[in-house]
Each structure stands twice: as C-alpha cells, then as structure tokens.
C-alpha cells in the first residue's frame, strides 16, 4: 500500500473533503472517501486542515448552556466506565480490502457473492444506509464496463488492477469523481481484474416501489 | 425552519452532480508560521498543557477547565447540527467523557485541542444523529509512540490560532457560508434556494472563502 502512494494521481475534491470533515456526506460517500484517505497521505493531510477548519468553525459558533449538572454527570459517565470505544479498523491479513471496507465485506474476493451484471463485468452491493449507495465492482482484465451515464455523482476508487476511460488511467488508489455530464467507458487494463469501490448519491432505479432487501439482491 | 433542517433527511438529498465534481483537491501542508497573537497560542497550548494532565494525571480541575470552555461549543455545533437541546446535551457529555477516555490518543503535533475535540464531536453526531456506521481511515502505522516534539507541537497550535484568526476575519457572508456547509444545517441546494443564487455560484462562493483562508496562511 506504501508503495502505490506516489503513485496516486487523481485525489478527492474539495467537496467531499469538506463534506467528511463536516460528518455531512452520506455513509456511501464516507465509505469511499475513509478507504481512499486509507491509500493516500496527501488526501489524509488535506482532509486534517478540513478538520482544522471545523474545530475553528466550532469555536466560533455562540456557546450554548450546558446543564447545570452536566460536569458531574460527565464524570459520573466517566466513572461508570460504559463508555464502549471503537477501534481504528485494520486490514485483514492479506486482504486487498483496507480497513475501512472490513466491515462492509465478509471474505476475501473470491468468497464474496459476486453477482454478474453484463459483459463479465460482477458486483456486490454493499450495505449502507441513506441516500448514496456503494458497491464493488469486478472487471475482468481487459473488458470495458457498458458505457453509462450518471445520475448524481459517482465516485469509483480503483483498489486493484486499473482502468482507463475517456479522461484518463485510473490506477490503485486513483479516485475519478464524476458527475451527470461524464458518458464514459471505463475498460480495464490487462494483466489482473481491476475491483473498483463505486458510490453514487443517484436515486436507486426501484427507489419506493421495492422494499430495499430486494434492491440488494436485484442491484443498483 | 431552514436552520433545524440537517442534510440527514432525504428532502435534504445532496444536490446531485454538482456538489461533489470539483476539481481535485491539491496538498495543502505548506503553512508557514507567522506572528499569531502570544496570548491565543499559550491559550492553546494551556489547552494541551490540560488534556496532558487528564491523560497523566485524571486531573479533574484540569478537566473542569476544558469542559467549561468546549462543552458549550460542542452543544452549539451539535445543536446547529441538528439535534435537540436535550439530545445535544446528551451528547456533550459523551464527547467530553469520550475526551477523557482518548486523552492518551491526542497528539498536538497532529491536531489542536479544538480540531480533536470537534473530529469527536462530529463522530458522535453521526453515530446519534445519523445512526450511521462511520467508516474511518487506517490508522497510520507511525511506529513506537514517542513523547510528540515540543516546538512541532507549538507550531500546529501557532497555525491553527491563525485560522481561527483568519475564518473571524473573512467577510460575514463568507464565514457564514463555511459555518452552514459544517454544520451541515443547510445542503447547497437548500442555501440556494434560500439566497436565490444558483449551485455554481454557491461552489464557487464557497471556494473563494477557502481559498481566502488560504491566502491568510501564507
């Protein structure tokens, strides 16, 4: 993972740095960006003056009463010792998946329940909630995924292998942020299947007329 | 109302297309030091100085000290957030308690008191707020723990009290711009319709505020 640093040209934006630092993005989004922020120390670096700007927002912002108990009930809360504590996620042993994705996937990829969508293309839709969705996506090395359009925003991280569209090579740790405008044709380089995280804030096409269970099993 | 409104609610769906597709971000650690106002910086470090003596010591004056000044801030943010009175003080007091219990995690090279205290904040806001699982990056594999460098450490402090110092003095329609994108109380679409500006314009007002600040760290 060290390695594909240098190598990682196509980062977050502005946008859903902000948005992640502000705890504003749906879970979907938050997925893709904690796993990209996992791979690359210049969006990690970004993302902590994000941060910065937040605590200085938060400073700023009219104090409001707190109650007149509260120091003693926070250290009756302290005292108590309930408080459960999460963990930074790591990655499992030679998983391609970084640790934000271990909760999201059970297995490794040829475990996981794959699920064919067109020219060899698989993927499995990941659970989230709110108004984005993600998945991981496998494309066989060298197949292009059906040219597609976008509702909304998508975001695709590229975890293994590499793909190359109309704007550009997309390798490990690569990013592409795209939105409404972009038809593109992603086809994956040979050599080994390149797995995407995809995420997209488009409305789900059986959004309101099929209950969400059956949205995991039907797909995107 | 507008402002009890989070973006947590479907109506409030981002704005498709259009809020997320800027151009990428650039890196952004070249912040220089410049003369910050001595008394603010020692605030900050006063505030390290505190959390130290909790982590070492469970000082509860020390304690005492931060909750009187973050607790109110954090009900604030997490109020603007979106959450009730009652929830947001509930909340508090778990971000304070959570302050206590990660003080051995905080490392002033990496963040000041107040960035930590509002990254915790925010945590809790989407684990009660949102009730959403919350993916977080790796930790970074720094290697065996060292006592953090004094002079690094007064640094990030020195440059953070810059920004604090910057986002007071940006334009007020400006500040209030980034505050509402943090708070998260309104989506771009919903200040655009309450402004009358459309999408682009809101992006771009919202950079140029960034970028300002920028600017005031250099």
Redesign the interface.
Known sequence: MMNNMKQIK??????????Y???????A???V???H??MCD?????L??Y?????????????????ED??A???A??DGGT?A?TP????AKNSIF????Q??VSGDIDSLKWRKIGGGVSQLVLD????ASVRLLRIPAGTAVPDHG????E?TLVLQGAFTDEEDRFGAGDVE?????LHHTPVAEEGMDCICLAAT??PLRFNGLMPRIAQKFIGI | MLTETN??T?AD??P??????????????KVRKKQVTPDASAKRMAWVVQVYAVRDNKD?KA??EL??YF???????L???GAS?DL??EC???V???L???AHMFDPT???V??????I???R??DIL???????????PWGPEAEPDQAEAMGLQQE?EQ??QA??TLPEEQ?KL??R????ELSHSQIAAETGLPLGTI?SR??LA?DR?RHAMK
């Open positions: 196509h980062h977050l934006t502005e946008p859903l740095l902000m948005g630092a502000a705890g504003t993005l749906p879970e989004f938050n997925l960006v904690a796993t922020i996992t210049t969006c990690r670096a970004a902590a003056e941060e910065a700007v937040g605590g200085e927002v938060m400073l700023d912002s009219n104090p409001v009463d707190v109650a509260a120091l009930a926070t250290l809360l302290i408080m504590e930074a996620p790591v990655r970084p640790g934000p994705l909760d999201y989230t909630d709110g108004d976008h509702h909304g925003t975001l942020v795209a939105n409404e405008e804030d488009a | 973006t947590l479907k769906a981002p498709p297309a259009v809020t997320y597709g800027e151009s990428n971000a650039q890196p952004r650690r509860r304690f005492a909750f009187g607790a109110p801030r954090v009900k604030s943010f109020m603007k957030s009175p947001a003080e508090t007091q778990e304070m308690a959570t206590w219990n990660k990496k963040a000041s107040s960035t930590w205290i509002f990254t904040a925010r945590n806001k989407i949102r009730k959403q699982r919350r993916p977080e990056p790796e930790d970074l953070t920004l604090g986002l007071a500040r980034i505050e994108a943090y708070f998260g992006k919202i950079r960034l600040l």
